[in-house]
């Protein structure tokens, strides 16, 4: 319902009630009796709504004050029905004068009053239904008798005089035992939705005036218990507007308080926690920002360190390319002709000592093995063959030359390899590991044989490096050669990544090694 909806709802209510207290005055003037029939019929049928909505609704209440006040207002809605037969001018009760209804006018007060200070205790407790109705059938049955039949129950009117101090006093304590329920009420309002307590607290508020009323009036039909009966009817509205029809209109805000109260607080932190979830998401977004800023930063430093590794590698090849040319073409050179002078430093002196030509001689061979050595180390620093004779045959060309210098035996098989046409910072690369693998075995593994294999698996080429050496720890050697930057292991891994490849070591303790690299075929470019 819109907002203009509501105002205009509550203006045509508040315009029917007036009109609706007019009609009953304008009753009460052509017959009291009517007036009082109307008002105190009006009060029961509230009195059994009451108790009908609490009443069917007893299994899914969870607040138990609604329990409660429904079963006591079917025993005061009982308590007004007898007080309206009995009085003055029905006839129901002959014999009775005024006194009748006024005793019962009190005895249902102070079962209400009463009722309503102990109704708030029941909040949150269990109520026993069953000894509750026997409670007040017996308390009932109490008053009636103490009236009727034993007549021991005290005068509250008598004719001529008017209102008894008994009466007076009654009336006085019924109100304060209102007040003292209103303050409960207030007290356990986290129990109740705040139209509804509003309502109660209004209503208790307009029947203590009820009964401030009631104190005044000399003879039943009074202006003082007009006004009494007025403000009874209003109080009664009052509970019906907080009771029946929030109970059958807006049931959650009577019947399941509590359900609500758990609704509205989950809503409340479902409320909450999508709004955390939004400042985390928003904060997990400038985080996931933030990180893909590094990892392209960070990505473009390894790609930046890659490029400057692949420059530093071709770098090295360039270099051990001049060196092995100054070695072979310079210096190995220069040794061969010192060597042919040694050689030929005689042939014009037929008569040299022995001994001079002895000594010769051997610097002679000297010379003939520095060479051998700087052709070697030439070799080694740049393998001429690799551009003429292609990886296979250099490989198996330097296997065969590693094992006749060092004594150990090298076996090498290629599968695959006859057709392919690698580009050179491949064949390079694998010329390298396979030169770097078996002078790491010569120096550490203690090994007598070394198998090494190139077999093309498209798209990749393995390189496999097995010896039958003491073998070693690979996690821990591989540790102490990042930390002392040492060049065999490291060197092998470095070289694998720069060509996108991935290098596998396993070695187990007198069980020698296996190298097993793989890295993409690249063709050399053609152009």
Known sequence: MTKPNIISYKYATTVFWILVLFGLYVTSLYSYLLFHSIAEIFSIIVACGIFMVAWNSRRFLDNNYLLFVGIAYLFIGFLDLVHALAYKGMGVFPGYATNLPTQLWIATRYTESLSLLIAPFFVHRKLKTNFVFISYVAGVALVLSS??????????????????????????????????????????????????????????????GSELAFTFYVHAYGLSNLIGHFFKIISFVLIYKAIIQTGLVNPYNLLFRNLKQSEEKLR?????????????????????????????????AEEHIFALSQQLMKAQEIERQRLSCDLHDN????????????????????????????????????????????????????????????????????????????????????????????????????????????????????????????????????????????????????????????????????????????????????????????????EKNSG
Request: proline fraction near 2%; aromatic fraction near 6%; charge should be positive.
């Open 331 to 522: 210096l190995a050179q220069d040794l061969s002709t010192i060597k042919i002078g040694l050689d030929t430093l005689f042939d014009d002196q037929p008569d040299g000592s022995a001994e001079k030509r002895q000594k010769v001689s051997v610097l002679s061979e000297m010379t003939k093995k520095t060479i051998m050595d700087v052709r070697n180390l030439s070799y080694d620093l740049h393998p001429g063959d690799l551009d003429q004779l292609g990886l296979v045959q250099t490989v198996r060309r330097y296997c065969e030359e590693f094992s006749a210098r060092n004594g150990l035996e090298v076996e090498f098989l290629s599968v695959g390899m006859d057709d392919t046409n690698l580009d050179f910072d491949t064949e390079i690369a694998l010329y390298r590991l396979m030169q770097e693998g078996l002078t790491n075995i010569q120096r550490h593994a203690d090994a007598s044989k070394v198998t090494i294999r190139l077999v093309t698996s498209f798209p990749n080429i393995i390189l496999r490096i097995q010896d039958n050496g003491k073998g070693f720890p690979v996690k821990r050697r591989l540790h102490e050669a990042l930390e002392e930057k040492r060049m065999g292991l490291r060197s092998m891994q470095q070289r694998v990544a720069l060509l996108n490849g991935k290098i596998e070591i396993k070695s187990h303790h007198g069980k020698g090694t296996k190298i097993v690299v793989e890295v993409p075929y690249k």
């Open 268 to 300: 409340k932190a479902r409320d909450g926690l999508e709004k955390r979830v939004r400042e985390r998401t928003a904060e997990l977004a400038m985080a996931n920002k933030q990180l893909g800023l590094e990892i392209e930063e960070r990505k473009r």
């Open 147 to 208: 009236i009727f039949y034993r007549s021991i129950f005290p005068d509250c009117f008598i004719e001529g005089v008017g209102l008894t101090p008994f009466k007076k006093i009654s009336e006085y304590i019924i109100a304060l035992i209102l007040l003292a329920s209103i303050a409960l009420l207030i007290r356990k309002r986290e129990a109740f939705d705040r139209g509804v307590l509003q309502l109660l607290v209004v209503s208790l508020i307009v029947t203590i």
